[in-house]
């Protein structure tokens, strides 16, 4: 598959329970306790990488599909938009396809996005990552 | 709250493996270059390397300090330089400009050494 070929792939959709014990373990995996993650009445602003690592693709079936060599892959760049709250309990759908893929002097970048929408359907989280396949 | 306003540095402990591992298991991210020495090794990695997204969660423990994040709109990071067990991590952020509604702020992530791991810009809004 061309680097070209990438951009436009769709991942298929997943869907994730937001449980409040995730959170707690994620937070204290940083090191982060503050309260209101112990409380369940707000995310960590990174957590949506739980959701797509636990959730949807992770970086091993990722690097699979877009054909990367796991070794030689890094992460570039990330971005959260957050549209919307998120709530503890609540069932989160994402869709992630790719955007863009260049090749630059000794790597190759390929842009990610994934749509998050809660289950009113309503867009509550945009992640967009770029990864890095260094040659 | 104003725009120049220096926020109190984040400085957190040493990274350890046992954190990359505990790292991995909570967010579900098993790249080995992460926990497995030798696979990094052969990786040319010269060892395992932090998450660069655990770096980010220091940044994002940081932002939770300075403000709520329930009232983050958004948080955008570059990865500049790999972080390996046995560093510090000290993470600074200031308010560059605003507009009616939002902060708009820049943020770092350094080694004790100055050496910029993360660079990133993040919006809260006012209320």
């Known amino acids: 598959m061309s680097l070209r070929d990438k951009v436009g792939i769709h991942f298929e959709p997943f869907t994730f329970e937001i449980e409040k014990g995730k959170i707690k373990e994620f937070a ?4 982060d306790a503050n309260p209101c993650y112990q409380a369940g009445e707000a995310l ?3 957590f949506a ?9 992770d970086f091993i079936e990722l690097a699979e599909k877009l054909e990367l060599e796991l070794p030689k892959v890094l992460h570039g760049e990330q971005e959260y938009e957050y549209l919307g709250k998120i709530k503890v309990g609540e069932r989160v759908t994402g869709v992630t396809s790719v955007t863009n893929a260049i090749s630059k002097e000794n ?3 390929i842009k990610l996005e994934t749509h998050y929408k809660n289950e009113a359907g309503e867009l509550v989280l945009i992640s967009r990552n770029t990864v890095i396949e260094r040659h | 709250m104003e725009v120049g306003q220096e926020f109190i540095p984040l400085t957190k402990e040493e990274i350890t493996h046992t954190q990359l591992v505990r790292y991995a298991g909570a967010s579900g991210d ?16 010269g060892g395992v390397i ?3 997204m655990l770096i980010m969660g220091f940044v994002g423990k940081a932002i939770g300090t300075w403000f709520d994040v329930n009232r983050l ?3 955008s990071v570059r990865f500049n330089s790999i972080t390996r067990p046995g560093e510090k991590i000290i993470v600074i952020g200031s308010i560059i400009g605003d507009t ?12 004790e050494k100055g050496e910029v791991k993360i660079t990133g810009s993040f919006e809260v809004r006012k209320n």
């Open chain 2, 50 to 52: 932090a998450h660069g």
């Open chain 2, 73 to 75: 709109q958004k948080f």
């Open chain 1, 44 to 46: 960590p602003p990174t």
């Open chain 1, 28 to 31: 204290m995996a940083i090191g």
């Open chain 2, 30 to 45: 098993f790249n080995p270059i992460h926990t497995v020495v030798p696979f990094a090794e052969k990786a040319g990695l």
């Open chain 1, 107 to 109: 790597m190759d970048l």
């Open chain 2, 100 to 111: 009616n509604e939002t902060w708009l702020c820049q943020t770092k992530a350094l080694n």
């Open chain 1, 49 to 57: 990488t739980v959701i797509e690592m636990w959730g949807g693709t």
